[in-house]
């Protein structure tokens, strides 16, 4: 695998993490680190491991790494529809990981528009806050979002249209019978 130039100085950031967490640098969490880097969607753990080069380690180190990384805040957590688990670098990320939009059909992955997606942050924001405030710790959450692909809409295209409203789409499952749900 071939660590583009751009991604040197995160390959450096993300092994500095490792060595922050006092974890040793080795070439297997390398190359890992390096396919999560090349790209700019979830992967599952066997496209990770499809990306390594050959005998850089086993199906089961990238499971034991990943799991590592996660625990450590270098990546992030997603899932595809049918429960698939997938990584994201969460590198120069702060509070803006994306939320994905994510095809019930081919997972074919797009990024929640901009607007929605500050929208969503201050409602979590304030969610976690009131967590902390009655004694949670450590909170974080997962949220995506798996349309239908005749549904899918075009990546400039606004999930909702004011603040406070539900999507059509939502209003269609919220409002629905439990056992339709």
Avoid: W
Wanted: proline share 6%.
């Amino acid at each position: 695998m071939t660590i583009s130039p751009k991604s040197k100085t995160s390959i450096e950031q993300a092994c500095a993490c490792l060595k922050d967490a006092g974890l040793r640098i080795t070439q297997p969490r390398i190359s890992i680190l390096a396919s999560l880097l090349n790209r700019s969607v979830p992967a599952t753990i066997e496209q990770i491991f499809d990306d390594l080069p050959p005998d850089t380690c086993d199906l089961v180190t990238v499971y034991r790494c990943l799991a590592t990384f996660q625990e450590i805040g270098l990546v992030r957590l997603s899932y595809f529809h049918g429960g698939a688990r997938a990584y994201q670098i969460t590198l120069n990320s702060g509070n803006e990981m994306p939320y994905h939009v994510i095809s019930k059909n081919d997972n074919e992955v797009q990024e929640l528009d901009a607007e929605s997606a500050a929208e969503l942050r201050a409602v979590i924001a304030k969610i976690e806050d009131r967590l902390r405030a009655n004694g949670a710790d450590k909170v974080s959450h997962i949220v995506e979002f798996f349309v239908n692909p005749a549904q899918s809409m075009p990546q400039d295209t606004k999930i909702a249209n004011r603040a406070g409203e539900f999507p059509a789409a939502l209003q269609t499952r919220h409002n629905a019978p439990a056992s339709a749900r």
